[in-house]
Every structure is written in C-alpha cells, then in structure tokens.
C-alpha cells in the first residue's frame, strides 16, 4: 500500500515546540496566559485588526460573534449556501432562523445579488434580518464590495466566515478585517494549525471584549465566583495558543506552498478537456487553501468527479468533493433558500485536490499522474 497522501495535513514549522515547552517550564498550562496573549496579538498584526480572541473552535466563535451582535430568537441570518455546517450550525443554537444564499460563477461565493433579493424580501414582509454570514471559500475572497454595500444600506450586520482564508486578501486588505466582525479556524487542515482552536477578530472592541468575557463562563468581577448572564466555556489554552505562535510566524511561507501547488496543478493537468479550475478576480489574492477543480462530464469524454476520486483513493490518495450545500443538507431541509443552481452545479462537479503545504513534488507528480489516467 502506498504511504497515504492527505487532502491537508498539519505542517509544523519549528517554532511551536519551543512555545509549548515555555508553557509547560512555567506551569502554565491552565486556559489564558502569556501564549494566548502572545497569539492574540499576532492575529491582529495579521489581519490588520484592532481586536482579537483566541477561543477553542471557529465554530465557538461565530456563536459568540451572533450573541455579541445582539441577534435575537427567531431573527432571520442570510447565511452562504455553500460552506461548511460550522457556518450555519451556530444560526440554530441561537434560535434564529438560517436562510440559505447561493454562489455566484466568480468566487463560488454568496451572491450579491441573490442576497438583494433576500434583504429586499425580508424587508417588504417585515421580518428582521439579524446578519449576513458570508463564507471566503476554500481561501477565494467574497464579493465583499457589494456584499458590504447591500449590508450598510439595510443595517445589518456582516460577519466574514474566513475559516478558510487566513492569508488570503481583498483589494490589498486581509481577509477577517471586512465585515463587522470575523472568525477564523485553526482546526488541523487549515492552513496553519494549533490542533484544534479559532478566533474571533474585529476593528469592534466592544463586541470582541464581550465575547471574550463570554467565552470564560461570563464570571463577573468579583473575588468569588459570580454570574449575571450565561457564559461559555470557549477560551483556547495557553499550550495550544503557543502553537499557534509558531504557525503564526510561517504563514507567509505557507499561503506560498499552497499558491505553488495551485500553480503546478494548473500547468500539469488545465489541457485535459472538461477539467477547469476557479480563477482569481482582479485584486484577489487566495491562499489556496485547497485547490479544487471542476469536471464536466459533457466535455470531459465522459470522465466524472467521482471516477478521479476513486482513481485517487485506490491509489490511498485522499481528495474530497465540494462542501455539499447548506439548501440540500437533510437538516436544513425545510430551510427557507434563494437558489440559482450554481452550487447544485458546483457539488455534483467540483473535487478538491490534495493541498497541503508538505507536498513533495514526487507526490504532486504522482496526484496528477492519477489524474492524467482518467483521460487515457
């Protein structure tokens, strides 16, 4: 059997060792400390913020991002279709109402114009809309211009899920510094990694203070243990933020391996008929979390997304279909949805490729080799 090949596995780069270690020589691996501090700042300077809080998921930071907003029971939340369950899950816990927005062709994210006419919808009738939740998927950059438009003219809060786009920019800006606020991950495929863990980061101080507040159980100050609202246990731990210190200082150097193995994707295997990859808007830059490719079986000669995955797992290569969209998730079936078809489309066509930045290129030359074979 051939050694597997990982869609993205966690790269160290050096530094996180010797982080963790200070924690454990000081004893101070309980929650907080000079780690997180360290890291919280980092991410800031990273992505041109004012404010920043380490927290144990992405996941806990877009709940704690729709609690600080003030969302309330029943609110409605326009959420990209297309993305993760993390992106949507938290709309639940809150009680409010998902609604699902569709992609546009460009980014494969929400689509202005879809979300107009939601916004226009939910105004005529009457129904608050409580956020926008748009997705950077895959490390590509939103239409952030006219998604932040649509949002100011209806006075609703942006959050950015930028889960997947830590080193990506928009217009020269770092993804995370567009919306009111945004979350990150640090889960262990992301492009930096502190094993498991996310943030919550924003130019609002207020909002970021609130949810740091709340992510410790909300405990009030005073020397006993004291609570006037519900809290969480959410705050990421000085070990783990020490190895995201370490991630941290290679971030660069990762979004770089990543943006080479789109780029030797591209030259190796765009010949091949019905094959095609997602493109950079002008004044985009992705960190090509992963890179993906789209199949047509009607020009392909007949080849499908799902005949390369095989051809790769039998091969003990690991690639993985689009994320499956929200609108069709057995969960959200009586969701409420303004559709195109594009992320139907997108699902039944597109496969993410092995990305991770470890990547030798005897392994790439191998990936596509597979690949080429599907043509032959």
């Known amino acids: 059997m051939h050694k597997r090949i990982w869609l993205s596995a966690p790269h160290m780069g050096g530094k996180e060792a010797e982080f963790v270690k200070e924690a454990f020589d000081s004893n101070w691996v309980a929650p907080l400390g000079p780690n997180v501090d360290a890291f919280e700042a980092m991410l800031k300077e990273v992505t041109h913020t004012k404010a920043a809080a380490a927290l144990t998921s992405g996941t806990a930071a877009l709940h704690l991002a729709l609690r600080v907003i003030g969302l309330n029971k029943g609110d409605i939340v326009l959420c990209q279709s297309m993305t993760f369950a993390a992106s949507a899950f938290p709309i639940v816990y809150e009680q409010a109402e998902p609604v699902f927005i569709d992609s546009e062709r460009d980014t494969w994210n929400m689509d202005p114009a879809l979300l107009e006419d939601a916004l226009a919808y939910y105004q005529k009738t009457g129904k608050k ?140 295997l765009s010949q091949f008929p019905g094959l095609s990859f997602l493109q950079e808007p002008e004044r985009c830059s992705s960190n090509r979390w992963l890179t993906t490719i789209i199949i047509d079986p009607k020009t392909s000669g007949g080849v499908n997304r799902e005949q390369v995955r095989l051809k790769l797992e039998a091969m003990n290569i690991e690639s993985r279909p689009l994320w499956k969209p929200m609108h069709l998730q057995p969960v959200f079936k009586q969701a409420r949805s303004f559709l195109s078809g594009v992320s139907d489309d997108l699902f039944d066509k597109g496969l993410c490729l092995p990305s991770g930045s470890s990547l030798t290129k005897e392994e790439l030359a191998s990936i596509c080799s597979q690949i080429k074979s599907c043509w032959s």
Request: with cysteine.
């Open 129 to 268: 809309v409580g956020a926008i939740i748009v997705v950077h998927l895959y490390g590509m950059p939103a239409k952030m211009r006219e998604i932040q438009k649509l949002a100011e003219q209806y006075q609703v809060p942006l959050i950015e899920d930028a889960a997947e786009a830590l080193g990506s920019t928009y217009y020269g800006e770092p993804c995370g510094s567009l919306g009111q606020l945004a979350i990150l991950s640090f889960n262990g495929n992301k492009i930096i990694t502190t094993s498991g863990g996310g943030a919550l980061v924003g130019n609002d101080q207020q909002a970021v203070d609130r949810a740091r507040f709340l992510s410790t159980q909300a405990k009030d100050p005073f020397p006993h243990y004291e609570h006037s609202t519900i809290g969480f246990n959410y705050r990421m731990s000085n070990i783990v933020a020490g190895i995201g210190r370490g991630q941290l200082m290679v971030l660069q150097e990762r979004v770089a391996q990543r943006r080479a193995n789109y780029k030797y994707y591209v030259e190796q």
